[in-house]
């Protein structure tokens, strides 16, 4: 169930930070979507614990997986802009 769990949270959190952050250099479809929220959750929980906002092993919330998402699109668009 956790999983599940997080691929929804993900999911929901990079449709907000594509909502927040928009732009033609952005991944589209439901599978980038949810992959920019998870990689997002997972980069927040990693940066949190090393300042250390959270415990071992506990992870992000909702919005600093959106944050994370945001830091994940921005860098995603900065590549894919260089690309074109």
Known sequence: MGLIWTIIIGF???VV???IMPG??????FIL???LGIVGAALASYLGQAIGWY??????GFIGAVVGAIIILWIYGM???RRA
């Open 12 to 14: 929901l959190a990079g």
């Open 17 to 19: 930070a594509k909502f």
């Open 33 to 35: 979507t949810t992959i």
């Open 55 to 60: 415990r071992a092993g506990e992870g992000a």
């Open 79 to 81: 590549f894919a802009s």
């Open 24 to 29: 033609r250099n952005e991944p589209s479809g």
